[in-house]
């Protein structure tokens, strides 16, 4: 039977969970590692209520036992997809099982009284991209000009007054299925905006970088590093020349850090990883929050303790829960 006061929602293998595990370990903190990628299958809920207790229990195929009522805290680090049992063939009974699936667990987890990191409504809510950028400029960040549209002659007519290689564009969401960088546009790719009308495009104002800044913020810690890819023959997009750029710790001015802040509590967070762009005259330009970006890379290139800093988070909540 495991009593754990931080439940850890992640898959096994997942480097980020291992390594703040590892710290809570060393520390003789209580905590647990979940897969609800198994759940149904071969992972069982039960979860009891009447007037006088409540009751629930996440089993796992190893025998692994988890009151979920005696948890404190839960890191929703990177959740799988449900598995549903192989046996359930038709499409139409496939989709009963998940939904009632998913009522089930997300019900149970969001009646507990625990602190999430992060909370998985404001996480979704944070994802979308025009709701991260109307919440910067809210908190007086400086955001580049934006259009999102699928409509081919707006995106034309922002084109042609940004001007072409002063136009970038990108998707909402990649996947490692479907993974595409931030584009500069070229005048040869002019002719292809009408495939805009298949699905909307973020068409963005070019943001030249003096230096890139990817800031990783728990509660009230901040962990800025720069990285120094220009002029390696990319310079839109840092991850695709990650393995060759410079990358320091730095401080950032005490407003803009202050902004950023005020942007997660706006978003009802306590975790996220934030792109932003120092230009060469000194603006810091917003371009996005991931609330569930990873931050080991950040870590193994600068030295910076943030696994470190995510344990004891963690940590003091539980500790804080625990006493309430």
Same mark, same amino acid.
């Given at each position: 039977m495991t009593d754990g006061v931080i439940l850890v929602i992640s898959a096994p293998g997942d480097r980020h969970a291992e390594a703040v595990l590892?710290?809570?370990?060393?520390?003789?903190?209580?905590?647990?590692?979940v897969d609800i990628g198994s759940y149904p299958y071969t992972m069982s809920? *039960?979860?009891?209520?009447?007037?006088?207790?409540?009751?629930?229990?996440?089993? *796992?195929?190893?025998? *692994?036992?988890?009151?979920?009522?005696?948890?404190?805290?839960?890191?929703?680090?990177?959740?799988r997809a449900y598995t549903i049992d192989p046996r359930i063939?038709?499409?139409?009974h496939k989709l009963f099982a998940l939904r009632e699936s998913s009522e089930a667990l997300m019900g149970t987890l969001s009646s507990l009284d625990v602190l999430w990191v992060n909370d998985p409504f404001s996480e979704w809510a944070a994802e979308q991209k025009i709701y991260q950028l109307r919440t910067a400029r809210a908190v007086g960040l400086t955001i580049p000009r934006t259009l999102v549209t699928n409509e081919p002659q707006r995106a034309r007519a922002f084109i042609d $007054?940004?001007?072409?290689?002063?136009?970038?564009?990108k998707c909402f969401s990649a996947t490692p299925e479907d993974w595409r960088e931030t584009r500069i546009m070229r005048s040869d790719e002019l002719e292809l905006l009408d495939n805009v009308?298949?699905?909307?495009?973020?068409?963005?104002?070019?943001?030249?970088?003096?230096?890139?800044?990817?800031? *990783?913020i728990i509660g009230d810690k901040t962990f800025a590093a720069a990285i120094h890819s220009q002029g390696l023959g990319y310079d839109v997009d840092y991850r695709m020349t990650l393995g060759r750029a410079q990358v320091e710790p730095t401080e950032l001015p005490s407003s803009v850090n202050r902004r950023l802040h005020a942007l997660m509590d706006r978003m009802n967070l306590v975790y996220g990883?934030?792109?932003?762009?120092?230009?060469?005259?000194?603006?810091?330009?917003?371009? $996005?929050?991931?609330?569930?970006?990873?931050?080991?890379?950040?870590? $193994?290139?600068?030295?910076?303790?943030?696994?470190?800093?995510?344990?004891?988070?963690?940590?003091?909540?539980?500790?804080?829960?625990?006493?309430?």
């Amino acid at each position: 039977m495991t009593d754990g006061v931080i439940l850890v929602i992640s898959a096994p293998g997942d480097r980020h969970a291992e390594a703040v595990l590892a710290h809570l370990q060393h520390a003789h903190v209580a905590a647990q590692l979940v897969d609800i990628g198994s759940y149904p299958y071969t992972m069982s809920l *039960t979860s009891a209520i009447d007037d006088k207790m409540w009751s629930c229990l996440l089993a *796992t195929s190893d025998g *692994t036992v988890v009151r979920l009522t005696d948890c404190r805290v839960i890191w929703c680090r990177r959740p799988r997809a449900y598995t549903i049992d192989p046996r359930i063939q038709q499409p139409r009974h496939k989709l009963f099982a998940l939904r009632e699936s998913s009522e089930a667990l997300m019900g149970t987890l969001s009646s507990l009284d625990v602190l999430w990191v992060n909370d998985p409504f404001s996480e979704w809510a944070a994802e979308q991209k025009i709701y991260q950028l109307r919440t910067a400029r809210a908190v007086g960040l400086t955001i580049p000009r934006t259009l999102v549209t699928n409509e081919p002659q707006r995106a034309r007519a922002f084109i042609d $007054e940004l001007g072409v290689h002063r136009s970038v564009y990108k998707c909402f969401s990649a996947t490692p299925e479907d993974w595409r960088e931030t584009r500069i546009m070229r005048s040869d790719e002019l002719e292809l905006l009408d495939n805009v009308r298949y699905a909307p495009v973020i068409f963005q104002e070019y943001v030249q970088a003096g230096v890139d800044l990817r800031v *990783t913020i728990i509660g009230d810690k901040t962990f800025a590093a720069a990285i120094h890819s220009q002029g390696l023959g990319y310079d839109v997009d840092y991850r695709m020349t990650l393995g060759r750029a410079q990358v320091e710790p730095t401080e950032l001015p005490s407003s803009v850090n202050r902004r950023l802040h005020a942007l997660m509590d706006r978003m009802n967070l306590v975790y996220g990883a934030i792109d932003l762009r120092r230009t060469p005259d000194g603006v810091y330009v917003f371009l $996005e929050i991931n609330p569930n970006g990873e931050f080991l890379f950040i870590e $193994e290139f600068t030295g910076q303790p943030i696994a470190a800093g995510v344990a004891q988070f963690l940590t003091a909540c539980a500790g804080e829960r625990s006493r309430a």
